[in-house]
């Protein structure tokens, strides 16, 4: 970021540049002149701004074919509570130390 290049705190350079629309010859002239402080407003709006990107961000965009594959998928799938148990435990130890065999062998 060049206003923090220029030696400013970068939490206040970069509200500085949001406050003036990315003019970083606006922001630093501000800074300059008022120390490197920015009104706490300014601060406020830049965290607004970063919550806003983070909540968007975190929400994928789920295609109408992908719902469409989850629900069909969904409906595919048995709910019966007991479905686990169609293995005996020693069936299960010996696919769990097999998986881990392969774990280990793609780590070495």
Do not use: C
């Amino acid at each position: 970021m060049q206003v923090s290049a220029a030696g400013f705190d970068p939490t206040s350079s970069e509200a500085a540049l949001l406050h003036f629309g990315a003019s970083a010859e606006q922001a630093m002239k501000y800074l300059a002149s008022n120390q490197g402080i920015v009104p706490p407003a300014w601060l406020e709006q830049m965290h607004q701004r970063h919550h806003a990107k983070a909540a968007t961000s975190k929400r994928p965009s789920t295609s109408a074919e992908d719902s469409e594959a989850v629900r069909k998928l969904a409906q595919a799938v048995d709910h019966d509570e007991e479905d686990y148990l169609d293995i005996s435990l020693d069936e299960e130890l010996e696919y769990i130390s097999h998986y881990l065999a392969l774990v280990r062998s793609v780590l070495e």
